[in-house]
T-cell receptor, first 116, second 110 residues
Framework: GAVVSQHPSRVICKSGTSVKIECRSLDFQATTMFWYRQFPKQSLMLMATSNEGSKATYEQGVEKDKFLINHASLTLSTLTVTSAHPEDSSFYIC????????????FGPGTRLLVL | QKEVEQDPGPLSVPEGAIVSLNCTYSNSAFQYFMWYRQYSRKGPELLMYTYSSGNKEDGRFTAQVDKSSKYISLFIRDSQPSDSATYLCAMSPTGNQFYFGTGTSLTVIP
């Protein structure tokens, strides 16, 4: 099956710093990548959808200047949480799709962010 | 009304039981249906993927789609403690936009 990796798996940072999370599709080309946020015991909340080479589409209520998404290649997308605050602490999960009709999403293992 | 409804549980069953997980939806345009399993603090893992109506079986897992009733199910036979996880249903009209259920928490008791 398709493999998606995320790095780092866990990060602790001080309030006000920026954190970059990488999402890579290891064995397929991902024309579309999705970024989700998940709070404990809650479902996935889609933050944004990014297509390779174009600007990400953000869901309502998600600040695009706060959560910078770059999808520069068919195998890599990055999410940068700028000037992180404690309320940004969460589990961030990316997924990738090759974008063909009917193609499903494959999820990364997630990144746990703790902002102190 | 949410696009996808899923009972959050929690659901607790003894080992060996048959588990039935369900989702209902409102959008008749959905054609692609998926079930994901998510262990605590891990990313979701694709379990089953079905296009349109019908059944699909993979080992102990069977996915059913009833488009006329807008209802999908995942059956787990001979449930094992290792099946304890949260199960998410997901669906899509085109394969490009996905809608997720809230997830059902399952515990299989040895």
């Amino acid at each position: 099956g398709a493999v998606v990796s995320q790095h780092p798996s866990r990060v602790i940072c001080k309030s006000g710093t920026s954190v970059k999370i990488e999402c890579r599709s290891l064995d397929f080309q991902a024309t579309t990548m999705f970024w989700y946020r998940q709070f404990p015991k809650q479902s996935l909340m889609l933050m944004a959808t990014s297509n390779e080479g174009s600007k990400a589409t953000y869901e309502q209520g998600v600040e695009k200047d706060k959560f910078l998404i770059n999808h520069a290649s068919l195998t890599l997308s990055t999410l940068t949480v700028t000037s992180a605050h404690p309320e940004d602490s969460s589990f961030y999960i990316c997924s990738a799709s090759s974008g063909g009709r009917g193609e499903t999403q494959y999820f990364g293992p997630g990144t746990r962010l703790l902002v102190l | 009304q949410k696009e996808v409804e899923q009972d959050p549980g929690p659901l607790s069953v003894p080992e060996g039981a048959i588990v039935s997980l369900n989702c209902t939806y409102s959008n008749s345009a959905f054609q692609y249906f998926m079930w994901y399993r998510q262990y605590s603090r891990k990313g979701p893992e694709l379990l089953m993927y079905t296009y349109s109506s019908g059944n699909k079986e993979d080992g102990r897992f069977t996915a059913q789609v009833d488009k006329s009733s807008k209802y999908i199910s995942l059956f787990i036979r001979d449930s094992q403690p290792s099946d304890s996880a949260t199960y998410l249903c997901a669906m899509s009209p085109t394969g490009n936009q996905f809608y997720f259920g809230t997830g059902t928490s399952l515990t299989v008791i040895p």
